[in-house]
C-alpha cells in the first residue's frame, strides 16, 4: 500500500481545483466521516481524524493528478490515523460480547445440516465480477447495510482487519481477544456478510 | 475433510495466516469435490477486494 501514500509528482492541478470546489469537499468529508465513525464510535475522534487528513491533502493537492487520486490518497492517511488511534486505545469492551461470548458455538447452525454440510438453500452460489459492484453507489448502500447488521463485535473486528488492515496479534491486543476468538467472530463475520451480499445484490436476477 | 462448515473455517483463517500443508491438503480435496465451497472461497477474496475499495472511498468514487 505504500504506493499511494506518496502523492504523485504531476504538475496538474485538477486535484487542487476540486478542492476549492465546495461540493465536492462537503461529498467527500461525509464519506470520510462516516468510514471514520463506524469503526471509532466516536464521534469526536472521527472528526479529529477527518479533519486532520483533510489538512494534509489541501496542504499537498498540488501534486495528485486527479480526484480520484487524491480521494485514495485521503483515505490512506485516515486509514492511518485510525490505525493508530485503534493501537492507542487500550481496550474497548463490549459488554454485550461478555454477555453472549458463550453462544459462539450455535451461531452457524441455520446456515449448516447437523453433519456440518451446507443446508440446501444456504449453498453459495456464483457471483458475478465485483467490478461493476464497486462503482456503483446502490451496492455500496447494501454493502454498509450489511455491515450495519453484523453484531458490533463483528463488525469491529471485521473493520479492523479488513478496512484497517492490521495483523491479528495487533487486533488482539488492541481489543483484548485471544486469536482463537478473533477467528471464531471473522469467521461468523464473514458467513454473515457473504449471506448477506448475497442474498441483496448479488444473488438477485436483473 | 469432514464437513463445508470446517472448510469454511479454514477459508476465513487463511486470510489471516498462511494454513499448515496438511490443512492445505484437507481444504484442497473438499474444494475439488464441494461446488458451493468453491463459491465461497472465491467470494473471501472478492471480500477482501470490496472492502480495500471500500477503505480507499470506493463509495465516494462510484455513480449513482
Not at chain 1, 476549492?20 to 472528526?47: C, G, I, K
Not at chain 1, 490512506?76 to 461478555?98: C, E, P, S, T
Not at chain 1, 453484531?151 to 496479534?169: D, K, V
Amino acid at each position: 500500500m505504500s504506493d499511494y501514500l506518496v502523492p504523485s509528482a504531476s504538475s496538474e492541478t485538477r486535484a487542487h481545483d476540486s478542492l476549492e470546489n465546495s461540493q465536492f469537499l462537503v461529498d467527500l468529508r461525509q464519506q470520510m466521516l462516516r468510514f471514520a465513525s463506524l469503526q471509532l464510535q466516536d464521534t469526536q475522534l472521527a472528526e479529529d481524524a477527518v479533519q486532520e487528513a483533510l489538512m494534509g491533502a489541501l496542504k499537498n493537492s498540488r501534486s495528485f493528478s486527479g480526484r480520484s487520486a487524491l480521494k485514495t490518497w485521503v483515505f490512506a492517511i485516515l486509514k492511518n490515523k485510525i490505525a493508530d488511534i485503534l493501537r492507542q486505545r487500550q481496550r474497548f469492551v463490549d459488554a454485550d460480547h461478555l454477555v453472549h461470548g458463550d453462544r459462539e458455538e450455535h451461531d452457524h447452525d441455520e446456515l449448516f445440516d447437523q453433519t456440518g454440510h451446507w443446508q440446501k438453500d444456504e449453498r453459495p452460489k456464483k457471483w458475478a465480477d465485483p467490478e461493476s459492484a464497486i462503482h456503483d453507489k446502490h451496492f455500496w448502500r447494501i454493502f454498509e447495510a450489511c455491515l450495519n447488521y453484523l453484531p458490533s463485535r463483528q463488525a469491529q473486528l471485521f473493520m479492523m482487519r479488513e478496512f484497517i488492515e492490521l495483523e491479528s496479534h495487533e487486533i488482539c491486543a488492541a481489543a483484548e481477544v485471544s486469536v482463537s476468538n478473533l477467528n471464531v467472530t471473522l469467521h461468523r463475520a464473514r458467513l454473515r456478510l457473504r449471506e448477506c451480499l448475497e442474498d441483496h445484490w448479488f444473488g438477485v436476477e436483473d | 475433510m469432514k464437513s463445508c462448515r470446517e472448510a469454511t473455517r479454514l477459508m476465513s483463517e487463511s486470510q489471516e495466516r498462511k494454513l499448515p500443508l496438511r490443512e492445505q491438503a484437507s481444504l484442497k480435496l473438499h474444494l475439488a469435490l464441494c461446488a458451493p465451497c468453491r463459491n465461497f472461497s472465491k467470494q473471501m477474496n472478492i471480500l477482501r477486494r470490496i472492502s480495500k475499495s471500500y477503505a480507499e472511498g470506493g463509495p465516494e468514487k462510484a455513480e449513482e
